[in-house]
Protein backbone atom coordinates (compact mmCIF):
# COMPACT_ATOMS: atom_id res chain seq x y z
CA UNK A 1 0.00 0.00 0.00
CA UNK A 2 1.81 3.71 -1.11
CA UNK A 3 -1.03 4.97 1.60
CA UNK A 4 -1.28 8.59 0.27
CA UNK A 5 0.57 10.08 -2.44
CA UNK A 6 0.52 13.81 -3.65
CA UNK A 7 1.76 15.22 -6.76
CA UNK A 8 3.72 17.18 -7.37
CA UNK A 9 5.89 17.77 -4.22
CA UNK A 10 6.86 21.47 -5.00
CA UNK A 11 5.78 24.15 -7.39
CA UNK A 12 6.97 27.32 -8.21
CA UNK A 13 4.15 29.44 -10.22
CA UNK A 14 3.83 32.85 -10.90
CA UNK A 15 0.91 35.39 -9.79
CA UNK A 16 -1.98 34.74 -11.69
CA UNK A 17 -1.21 31.11 -12.87
CA UNK A 18 -3.18 28.16 -12.57
CA UNK A 19 -2.56 24.83 -11.29
CA UNK A 20 -3.43 21.42 -9.74
CA UNK A 21 -2.48 19.35 -6.98
CA UNK A 22 -3.10 15.35 -7.43
CA UNK A 23 -3.98 13.51 -4.05
CA UNK A 24 -4.75 9.75 -4.28
CA UNK A 25 -4.96 6.86 -1.49
CA UNK A 26 -4.98 3.12 -2.29
CA UNK A 27 -6.79 2.67 1.36
CA UNK A 28 -10.60 2.79 -0.14
CA UNK A 29 -11.06 5.61 2.72
CA UNK A 30 -14.53 7.61 1.92
CA UNK A 31 -13.12 11.03 3.45
CA UNK A 32 -10.84 13.10 1.84
CA UNK A 33 -8.86 16.65 3.02
CA UNK A 34 -7.18 19.19 1.48
CA UNK A 35 -5.06 21.19 4.14
CA UNK A 36 -2.69 24.42 4.03
CA UNK A 37 0.49 24.67 6.69
CA UNK A 38 1.63 27.81 6.86
CA UNK A 39 4.44 28.79 10.14
CA UNK A 40 3.34 29.55 13.38
CA UNK A 41 -0.22 28.07 12.31
CA UNK A 42 -2.33 25.44 12.76
CA UNK A 43 -3.28 23.01 9.75
CA UNK A 44 -6.51 24.84 8.19
CA UNK A 45 -8.90 23.16 6.07
CA UNK A 46 -9.46 24.46 2.31
CA UNK A 47 -11.94 21.70 1.57
CA UNK A 48 -12.93 18.14 2.28
CA UNK A 49 -15.36 15.20 0.61
CA UNK A 50 -17.22 12.37 2.14
CA UNK A 51 -17.44 10.85 -0.84
CA UNK A 52 -16.97 10.20 -4.56
CA UNK A 53 -18.92 12.88 -6.44
CA UNK A 54 -19.10 15.47 -3.48
CA UNK A 55 -16.82 18.32 -2.00
CA UNK A 56 -17.20 20.47 0.74
CA UNK A 57 -15.99 24.00 1.76
CA UNK A 58 -13.76 23.82 4.66
CA UNK A 59 -12.06 27.15 6.78
CA UNK A 60 -9.97 28.55 3.88
CA UNK A 61 -12.13 27.38 0.30
CA UNK A 62 -11.52 31.36 -1.26
CA UNK A 63 -9.40 30.64 -4.75
CA UNK A 64 -9.40 27.38 -4.71
CA UNK A 65 -11.66 24.56 -6.49
CA UNK A 66 -11.76 20.84 -5.83
CA UNK A 67 -13.14 17.86 -7.43
CA UNK A 68 -13.65 14.40 -6.40
CA UNK A 69 -14.37 12.15 -9.37
CA UNK A 70 -13.22 8.72 -8.56
CA UNK A 71 -13.51 7.77 -4.56
CA UNK A 72 -9.51 7.22 -4.85
CA UNK A 73 -8.76 10.64 -6.08
CA UNK A 74 -9.15 13.92 -4.59
CA UNK A 75 -7.67 17.11 -7.01
CA UNK A 76 -7.45 20.77 -5.71
CA UNK A 77 -7.39 23.81 -7.91
CA UNK A 78 -5.69 26.97 -7.82
CA UNK A 79 -7.27 28.99 -10.72
CA UNK A 80 -5.17 32.43 -10.23
CA UNK A 81 -2.96 31.88 -8.20
CA UNK A 82 -1.33 34.82 -5.52
CA UNK A 83 1.27 34.96 -3.16
CA UNK A 84 -0.98 34.41 -0.50
CA UNK A 85 -1.29 30.91 -1.68
CA UNK A 86 2.94 30.05 -1.07
CA UNK A 87 2.00 27.37 2.02
CA UNK A 88 2.90 23.68 2.25
CA UNK A 89 -0.17 21.78 1.17
CA UNK A 90 -1.28 18.43 2.68
CA UNK A 91 -3.98 15.97 1.72
CA UNK A 92 -5.53 13.28 3.92
CA UNK A 93 -8.15 10.56 3.92
CA UNK A 94 -10.32 9.06 6.78
CA UNK A 95 -12.03 5.91 6.52
CA UNK A 96 -15.30 8.36 7.26
CA UNK A 97 -15.32 11.27 8.88
CA UNK A 98 -16.85 10.38 12.46
CA UNK A 99 -13.49 9.70 15.36
CA UNK A 100 -11.52 8.24 12.66
CA UNK A 101 -7.48 8.66 11.78
CA UNK A 102 -6.89 10.75 9.08
CA UNK A 103 -3.79 9.73 7.24
CA UNK A 104 -1.91 12.28 5.44
CA UNK A 105 0.33 12.59 2.04
CA UNK A 106 3.93 13.94 2.09
CA UNK A 107 2.63 17.21 1.27
CA UNK A 108 3.02 19.90 -1.94
CA UNK A 109 5.31 23.11 -1.24
CA UNK A 110 4.31 25.88 -3.34
CA UNK A 111 5.45 28.99 -3.92
CA UNK A 112 3.90 31.82 -5.55
CA UNK A 113 6.18 34.68 -6.77
CA UNK B 1 -15.09 30.66 19.06
CA UNK B 2 -12.72 27.16 18.84
CA UNK B 3 -9.46 27.75 20.19
CA UNK B 4 -6.27 25.77 20.74
CA UNK B 5 -3.65 26.43 23.08
CA UNK B 6 -0.56 24.33 23.59
CA UNK B 7 3.09 25.71 24.01
CA UNK B 8 5.27 26.96 20.83
CA UNK B 9 8.53 25.53 21.96
CA UNK B 10 10.26 22.99 24.72
CA UNK B 11 13.28 21.78 25.02
CA UNK B 12 14.07 18.42 27.17
CA UNK B 13 16.94 15.86 27.56
CA UNK B 14 17.40 12.50 26.23
CA UNK B 15 16.11 9.76 28.32
CA UNK B 16 13.97 12.46 30.20
CA UNK B 17 10.10 12.49 30.70
CA UNK B 18 8.21 15.52 29.13
CA UNK B 19 4.44 16.80 29.32
CA UNK B 20 2.79 18.62 26.50
CA UNK B 21 -0.17 20.61 27.40
CA UNK B 22 -3.08 21.59 25.38
CA UNK B 23 -6.12 23.40 26.43
CA UNK B 24 -9.00 23.76 23.93
CA UNK B 25 -12.94 25.51 23.44
CA UNK B 26 -14.45 23.98 20.64
CA UNK B 27 -18.21 24.14 19.33
CA UNK B 28 -18.98 20.59 21.00
CA UNK B 29 -16.48 17.46 21.36
CA UNK B 30 -15.82 14.00 19.62
CA UNK B 31 -12.69 13.69 21.28
CA UNK B 32 -8.90 14.81 20.84
CA UNK B 33 -5.88 13.69 18.44
CA UNK B 34 -2.31 13.78 18.78
CA UNK B 35 -0.29 13.69 16.07
CA UNK B 36 3.48 13.67 15.50
CA UNK B 37 5.25 15.89 12.26
CA UNK B 38 8.64 15.63 11.71
CA UNK B 39 10.48 18.95 10.42
CA UNK B 40 9.48 18.59 6.77
CA UNK B 41 7.09 15.55 6.85
CA UNK B 42 3.40 14.96 7.14
CA UNK B 43 1.50 14.51 10.42
CA UNK B 44 1.46 11.45 11.41
CA UNK B 45 -1.04 9.67 14.09
CA UNK B 46 -0.09 9.34 17.90
CA UNK B 47 -3.44 8.78 20.02
CA UNK B 48 -6.85 9.58 20.28
CA UNK B 49 -9.00 10.25 23.72
CA UNK B 50 -12.90 10.67 23.66
CA UNK B 51 -12.94 9.64 27.75
CA UNK B 52 -11.61 11.04 30.53
CA UNK B 53 -8.23 9.42 31.90
CA UNK B 54 -4.75 8.26 30.38
CA UNK B 55 -4.71 6.52 27.55
CA UNK B 56 -0.78 4.53 27.35
CA UNK B 57 0.55 3.55 23.87
CA UNK B 58 4.09 2.58 24.82
CA UNK B 59 6.51 5.38 25.53
CA UNK B 60 3.85 7.96 24.79
CA UNK B 61 0.87 8.54 27.07
CA UNK B 62 -1.76 10.97 26.39
CA UNK B 63 -4.25 12.10 28.92
CA UNK B 64 -8.21 13.90 28.23
CA UNK B 65 -10.36 15.79 30.60
CA UNK B 66 -13.07 16.95 29.06
CA UNK B 67 -14.46 19.23 31.68
CA UNK B 68 -11.70 21.15 32.12
CA UNK B 69 -10.61 21.12 27.89
CA UNK B 70 -7.62 19.86 28.59
CA UNK B 71 -5.13 17.44 27.22
CA UNK B 72 -1.63 16.60 27.61
CA UNK B 73 0.76 14.24 26.22
CA UNK B 74 3.51 12.36 27.79
CA UNK B 75 6.61 10.94 26.51
CA UNK B 76 8.80 9.17 28.38
CA UNK B 77 12.92 7.65 27.92
CA UNK B 78 13.25 10.38 25.15
CA UNK B 79 15.48 9.63 22.11
CA UNK B 80 16.67 12.18 19.69
CA UNK B 81 14.37 10.87 17.12
CA UNK B 82 11.61 12.56 18.94
CA UNK B 83 13.08 16.09 18.12
CA UNK B 84 9.29 17.08 16.11
CA UNK B 85 6.21 18.95 16.42
CA UNK B 86 3.43 17.58 18.33
CA UNK B 87 -0.16 18.64 17.09
CA UNK B 88 -2.88 18.32 19.83
CA UNK B 89 -6.38 18.60 17.83
CA UNK B 90 -9.81 18.24 18.60
CA UNK B 91 -12.86 17.40 16.81
CA UNK B 92 -15.77 19.56 17.29
CA UNK B 93 -19.67 18.65 16.92
CA UNK B 94 -18.99 18.58 12.96
CA UNK B 95 -16.18 16.12 13.26
CA UNK B 96 -13.72 18.71 11.89
CA UNK B 97 -10.27 18.47 13.60
CA UNK B 98 -9.17 22.10 14.77
CA UNK B 99 -5.50 22.01 14.76
CA UNK B 100 -3.39 23.81 17.50
CA UNK B 101 -0.20 24.70 15.73
CA UNK B 102 1.74 22.39 17.48
CA UNK B 103 4.81 22.60 19.83
CA UNK B 104 8.28 21.82 18.76
CA UNK B 105 10.26 19.94 21.14
CA UNK B 106 14.10 20.23 20.72
CA UNK B 107 15.78 16.61 21.99
CA UNK B 108 19.09 17.48 23.70
CA UNK B 109 21.75 15.09 24.54
Known amino acids: NAGVTQTPKFRVLKTGQSMTLLCAQDMNHEYMYWYRQDPGMGLRLIHYSVGEGTTAKGEVPDGYNVSRLKKQNFLLGLESAAPSQTSVYFC????????????FGPGTRLLVL | GQNIDQPTEMTATEGAIVQINCTYQ??????LFWYQQHAGEAPTFLSYNVLDGLEEKGRFSSFLSRSKGYSYLLLKELQMKDSASYLCAPMDSNYQLIWGAGTKLIIKP
Open chain 1, 92 to 103: ASSLAGEAETQY
Open chain 2, 26 to 31: TSGFNG
